[in-house]
């Protein structure tokens, strides 16, 4: 009996750690439970609560229970109740001793499904296909991985998002208790897990009980997907994942109170649409806007009021690509002609108005009339971090509202329409008149500029990009990941009619290279319950970070044709690289040195098919495009991943 | 509203008179432009936002480099263009201002030949190595046909002289070559391979262009 005393001890104390609310509050004002667990000498007295490791450091001899009991339930159990109560439909993940006991909670009390684990083999590539699995469903999906090995492999997925201002909901596993850890959870062990990604998200918790973790599980993802969006981080200690609770024992789950996000002062909207109204060449910028479908909508509807010029900066499928005032091909031209320019969350805004010269000695100049004035409305004004640099260089502007622009776009389309006279009206139609015809001329060149090296071998990359745009017009697509990180310059841009919210993903955020192809595969799991024909255009540099996360779209039978820029280089870098060997006057001879990938080549048909993955090429001659494309689309209509491998120019 | 009104019925009237006081039989020896202020000029202006560094297609303007388009005229559709060019007005840019850029453009002095007479004869197949040893391909692609990065250097290259002193003192991102690393030889030999590129065919015929 005494032994069976003993043992009850420290799981009285264990549970008050779970359960307690506040453990401070609970050491003031202790339950009597926990009263007598503390023995008779607990003194009335505000003692600050023994940490959890000390207490559990205490020699007790194991209870003889060995398995829950059938009135018990794990403390993962409970966190995947909270987990499913957040709408979760799947948890990319690559297994992780450090959450072993939330991993089998999924998959046996939660029935893998919603969430569904996804099974990854890189932490990089389940942070960044929860990253473009957002931009495409506008949802988080969670990502579970080790606190400190897994994270650190993590990491630069998360930065991307960071940048890119889209929620990732990251789990960790960690054994918080030093005197109970086993060998391999010392060097997976960590004080403070969260600290190495905290200058690159936005909020982290390392929950000390259940209620605690409830509480911190909702919040992280209010705080997530709340504008400015970024990802969260809950750190989640292996013995609260593992410990029993007992079924009965009611744990409140908070309700999810997603918060509107912040639309702009009414007044300053106001001032806005003066400006727009007045202005003679108003130009429209946006680059993070579109949050929602809604937002290319709203888009729409200020532009078409206004008759003004629009630029999409690409970070978000913002405006159609073939309309009228679309005149992303321009941006130099109607930026340089501007009266009046808004950026609508434009997170380089100095960079849209100024030009840096990059040569030996670099320069700026303003491209923007020095009269021109500028307004912002953007949310990157009410959340800003020192040390990563990624907010750019500030700008000076003549109205700055710190707001959500999507939300601030119904009000400040209202103000446009009332102040617009019937004179004004008449000259925004002029206006309108010719910027459809600029953009027509544009248009029309661009198929010009793409028609040239035609027939070349390696194949051109517009010409890839029109074989593959012939083969997918008619289909319901949308374009998952890209050949530049950064290419609204890019020929599928300029040549495709992207007029659907989820037919332009965007790019990766940091410039991480790796982020193309696992944000492919997550764009493509979110696309998949809606029957859409799912397209990568995978450069070869990108692929060979995570190569991996081919297998998993092959294992979860995720559709997603990849068409291989296969350059052979990291030319971006050879670019950057000779530009030094000229400033340097020493000759370009030796600029690929360090930035190729050949000698060998690489065959991406064997890799991918070594992995399940149905797969062709390499192909070099451009006419044998599109019946190789026609094949890999018919694999990807059967609901499987295809590559082609296409050998290509170098941009 | 109104005050707006009335303004840009004045720029409109300035417009005109600017226009209608170009006159273009009257251009002669005194507006003679001078190519090297030209090229600043051009900069400076604004040409180069919409027309490229020197005057080549970009897709937001069409090629004005080595224009077959007399003085006269030039400055007639500067100050009044059709399509979506921004109309630059005497007081803004005065008619000595047009004819340096456009001797730049035309790559001499007005009253002077065609720049591309002076150039060495080159050998193209030498031009295709040398073109890709040197890097040009990085930015204008592996047939000179230009992309994101860079503009379309062939067929129909800028004239030679304007060429290379590009090549050697470029004023926007490209990298300067020296002779050092480049020769004028080799420069002709590269002119050579990217005036022997060859013509697209015609974008109608091409049904992965259709729109």
């Known amino acids: 009996m005494a032994k069976s005393t003993r043992a009850k001890k420290p799981l009285e104390r264990r549970q008050f750690l779970r359960q307690g609310a506040l453990a401070g509050a609970a050491a003031l004002v202790a339950p009597p439970s926990v009263a007598a667990a503390q023995g008779p000498a607990a003194s009335p007295a505000p003692l600050p609560p023994a940490p959890a490791m000390t207490m559990a450091a205490e020699t007790v001899p194991p ?42 909670s999924f998959i046996n009390y939660g029935g893998d499904r919603d969430p569904e684990l996804v099974t990854c083999l890189h932490e990089e590539a389940a942070v960044a296909m929860a ?35 889209v929620p990732v909901y990251v789990i960790l596993g960690n054994y918080n208790d030093a005197a109970i850890r086993r060998g391999a959870e010392w060097y997976h062990g960590v004080q403070d897990a969260a600290l190495m990604v905290r200058d690159y998200t936005k909020w982290d918790d390392a929950p000390w009980s259940l209620t605690h973790f409830a509480e911190s599980a909702v919040r992280a993802y209010q705080i997530a997907v709340t504008p400015p969006m970024a990802p969260v981080v809950l750190v989640l200690d292996g013995m609260l994942q593992e410990g029993p609770i007992p ?77 009228p005032l679309n005149q992303t091909l321009r941006e130099g031209a109607v930026i340089a002609e501007a009266d009046v320019v808004v950026g609508l969350e434009v997170s380089d805004f100095w960079g849209t108005v100024n030009a840096l010269r990059d040569q030996l000695h670099r320069s700026t100049r303003r491209l923007a009339k020095p009269d021109a004035k500028l307004v912002t409305i953007t949310t990157g004004d009410l959340y800003i971090r020192a040390n990563y640099q990624d907010f750019r260089r500030l700008q000076d502007v003549d109205l700055a509202i710190a707001a959500d622009a999507e939300a601030t776009l119904p009000a400040l389309v209202d103000a446009v329409k009332r102040l617009t006279t019937a004179d004004r009206r008449r000259v925004f139609e002029e206006r309108g008149a010719k910027l459809a015809e600029a953009s027509r001329a544009a248009a ?61 993903l965007g790019h990766g955020g940091g410039g991480g290279i790796g982020y193309g192809a696992p944000a492919a595969v997550g764009g493509a799991l979110a696309n998949r ?98 019946p190789a494309l026609r094949r890999a689309i018919a694999v990807v209509k059967r609901g499987e991943p295809a590559l082609v491998d296409v050998v290509t120019q170098v941009r | 509203m109104v005050n707006h009104t009335v303004r840009v019925l004045a720029v409109a009237a300035a417009m005109l008179t600017s226009t209608a006081g170009v006159d273009v039989t009257k251009l002669g020896a005194q507006t003679a432009g001078n190519d090297t202020r030209g090229r600043t000029l051009y900069v400076k202006v604004g040409c180069e936002t919409c027309h490229g560094p020197n005057g080549q297609e970009t897709a937001a303007a069409p090629r004005i480099a080595g224009s077959g388009r007399e003085l006269a005229a030039f400055i007639a559709y500067v100050r009044k263009p059709l399509g979506s060019m921004p109309p630059q007005s005497a007081q803004a840019v005065s008619d000595q201002v047009l004819a340096d850029i456009y001797a730049f453009l035309r790559a001499a002095p007005a009253a002077g030949g065609e720049a591309t007479k002076n150039a060495p004869a080159g050998r193209a197949d030498a031009g295709a190595t040398l073109y890709r040893k040197v890097g040009c391909y990085q930015c204008h692609v592996n047939e000179g046909q230009g992309g994101a990065n860079g503009p379309r250097i062939g067929p129909d290259p800028i004239p030679f002289a304007r060429f290379v002193q590009y090549v050697r003192s470029p004023t926007g991102q490209m990298p300067p070559y020296t002779d050092k690393v480049l020769s004028n030889q080799e420069l002709a030999d590269i002119y050579a391979w990217l005036q022997a590129r060859p013509r697209p065919p015609a974008v109608n015929t091409l049904p992965p262009l259709a729109p």
């Open chain 1, 63 to 104: 209870a003889e229970a060995q398995v829950l009991g059938d009135n018990q339930r794990a403390g993962s159990d409970f966190m995947v109740d909270v987990f499913k109560s957040l709408g979760f439909e799947y948890v990319c993940e690559n297994p992780g001793s450090s959450f072993r006991g939330l991993h089998e």
């Open chain 1, 444 to 504: 029309e060149r661009t198929r010009v500029a793409a028609s040239y090296a035609w027939t070349s071998t390696p194949v051109s990359v517009a010409r890839l990009c029109a074989e593959l745009w012939a083969q997918i017009k008619n289909e319901d697509w949308s374009l998952v990941s890209s050949y530049y990180s950064f290419d609204v310059g890019g020929w599928a841009r300029r040549l495709w009619n992207f007029d659907k919210p989820y037919q332009w």
């Open chain 1, 131 to 165: 990253h473009a699995y957002y931009k495409a469903e506008g949802k988080p999906i969670a990502v579970l991985s080790h606190g400190t090995v897994g994270l650190q492999h993590a990491a630069m997925a998360i930065y991307n998002a960071w940048c890119d201002k």
């Open chain 1, 529 to 626: 319950k809606h029957g859409r024909l799912s397209v990568a255009i995978q450069t070869d540099g990108d692929l060979m970070y995570v190569p991996g996360v081919l297998w998993t779209a092959a294992h979860h039978k995720i559709p997603l044709l990849s068409v291989m820029h296969n350059n052979r280089a990291y030319h971006m870098e050879v670019m950057h690289v000779q530009r030094m060997c000229n400033a340097r006057n020493r000759g370009i001879d030796r600029g690929m040195i360090g930035s190729e990938i050949t000698n060998p080549n690489i065959d991406y048909a064997k890799l991918a098919q070594s992995m399940g993955v149905y797969a062709e090429g390499p192909i070099t001659n451009p006419n044998d495009l599109a």
């Open chain 1, 247 to 323: 079924k009965s024992q009611h744990l409140p789950i908070p309700k999810l109170s997603v918060p509107a996000p912040p639309q702009g002062d009414s007044a300053a909207v106001t001032e806005a649409a003066r400006m727009l109204v007045a202005a003679e060449n108003p130009v429209l910028v946006a680059d993070r806007l579109a949050r929602t479908p809604n937002g290319m909508k709203l888009l729409v509807e200020l532009a078409e009021a206004l008759q003004a010029a629009v630029v999409d900066q690409g970070s978000r499928m913002n405006f159609p690509s073939r309309h």
